[in-house]
């Protein structure tokens, strides 16, 4: 416990999935936490504990401390404007996990349109981008390192069927994750990603109710089970605490060794 003591920590996308379960397991390890997202509300559908209750709600009920600032990524203000929101509330900023993100899938290259190619290039890359960005901007002021984690996905690290416009975004996001480890390391601003496959949120809650699906997925996993959201949620804590000190410019998978069969990386 109190891993994140004195820590404030910036969340987008945490008002359901990895980034409730980041931005409650940040609080429960002492860390402030500024909750972001385009709503306050939960995602229907969803696996959460407290599903009547806001993240900020859940966070306080649990003892914590937290304020949600509404925040759409792709608009590089509204980023510059959330960073603010916790450096006047809090005095300082400290970590961010650039954990909003989006998904089109279920068709072939040539069958997406372009309206899918932006919304997974708007979202997943510059939203990531402009965090990335803005918090650097704030961690270069403070003259006091920082930390910087992606949720980036294994579509990042290779290829798979009828999601191309989604594995193109998620390429380019572990390629910046690995660009500004490399640029900004001698600052002593730590920069890693997390790389999950499948896992029970609201966004695959069609695929896990579709029983043929899970128990192909299942079959898939040397694990044998799907990923929950405190897998993802507690490698977060590891890497955004000083345990992992010496940790940069990595790409951790949370996948239960789906990877291995399919590629090396």
Same mark, same amino acid.
């Given at each position: ?27 429960? *390890? %002492?860390?402030?936490?500024? &909750?972001?997202?385009? $709503? *306050?509300?939960? !995602? ?9 209750? !806001?993240?900020? *709600? ?17 608009? @590089?203000? #509204? ?12 005095? $300082? ?10 998904? $089109? ?27 990335? @960005? =803005? ?10 390192? /920082?930390?910087?984690?992606?949720? &980036? ?6 290829? +798979? ?15 910046? !994750? ?27 809650? #069609? ?20 990923? =929950? &959201? ?17 940790? +940069? %410019? ?6 239960? /060794?789906? !990877?291995?069969? $399919?590629?090396? &990386?």
């Amino acid at each position: 416990m109190n891993r994140l003591e004195g820590k404030v920590a910036v969340i987008t996308g945490a008002s359901s999935g990895f980034g409730r379960g980041i931005a409650r397991a940040f609080a429960a *390890e %002492g860390a402030k936490v500024v &909750v972001s997202d385009v $709503r *306050e509300e939960l !995602t229907e559908g969803g696996f959460e504990e407290d599903p009547n209750l !806001t993240t900020v *709600e859940a966070i306080e009920k649990d003892g914590g401390e937290a304020i949600y600032v509404g925040c759409d990524v792709t608009k @590089q203000a #509204q980023v510059r404007d959330l960073i603010k929101a916790a450096v006047d509330r809090f005095g $300082r900023l400290d970590i961010i996990v650039n954990n909003a993100g989006i998904y $089109r899938g279920g068709k072939l290259t040539h069958e997406f349109t372009e309206e899918d190619l932006d919304a997974c290039f708007n979202v997943n890359v510059k939203g990531t981008f402009f965090g990335a @960005q =803005e918090a650097v901007k704030q961690f270069l002021e403070q003259g006091e390192g /920082g930390n910087i984690i992606n949720l &980036v996905s294994t579509a990042g690290l290779g290829g +798979h069927p009828n999601q191309s416009v989604y594995n193109t975004s998620k390429g380019a996001q572990a390629n910046l !994750t690995r660009c500004l480890a490399i640029e900004y390391g001698e600052k002593g601003i730590r920069v890693n990603g997390i790389c999950p496959t499948y896992a029970k949120t609201a966004l695959t809650r #069609q695929l896990f109710d579709d029983k043929d699906f899970d128990e192909a997925f299942k079959q898939s996993i040397p694990l044998k089970r799907w990923g =929950e &959201v405190e897998d993802i949620a507690q490698l977060a804590v590891f890497l955004a605490s000083d345990e992992s000190s010496y940790i +940069h %410019g990595d790409l951790v998978r949370v996948d239960g /060794g789906e !990877t291995l069969s $399919r590629y090396s &990386v």
